[in-house]
């Protein structure tokens, strides 16, 4: 029902940024809850941030005044502007979309209806 494509995953040193997209298909754009998560190796799945469909953020506490969502309904795109880059910040990142969330599942983190495939942060000290 929903497609998700992230992209603007790489390799940047501690204190660098980032920005990761993700363009959604496949469902009205502006019905959808849109989330970011990641996973680094042998870790659990993370909760990072995530915007609702009146575009309030939220934000994990580990990335709070570093990181930024925003979502451009006209471009179908959620974007994560990542600064001040932390090696702690290195894992797999995935957006997800739901229909029905209106905050963010924190003790559910994986309950979101549609994922994208991931797209690889690395962050060098």
């Known amino acids: 029902q929903v497609q998700l494509v992230e992209s603007g995953g790489g390799l940047v040193q501690a204190g660098g940024s980032l920005r990761l997209s993700c363009a959604a298909s496949?469902?009205?754009?502006?019905?959808?809850?849109l989330g970011w998560l990641r996973q680094a190796p042998g870790k659990e799945r993370e909760f990072v941030a995530a915007i609702s469909r009146s575009a309030v953020p939220y934000y994990a506490d580990s990335v709070k005044g570093r990181f930024t969502i925003s979502r451009d309904n006209a471009k179908n795109t959620v974007y994560l502007q990542m600064n001040s880059l932390k090696p702690e910040d290195t894992a797999v990142y995935h957006c997800?979309?739901?229909?029905?969330?209106?905050?963010?599942?924190?003790?559910?983190?994986?309950?979101?209806?549609?994922w994208g495939q991931g797209t690889q942060v690395t962050v060098s000290s």
């Open positions: 496949g469902r009205p754009f502006s019905s959808l809850f």
């Open positions: 997800a979309a739901d229909g029905k969330l209106t905050v963010p599942p924190t003790r559910r983190p994986g309950a979101y209806d549609y």
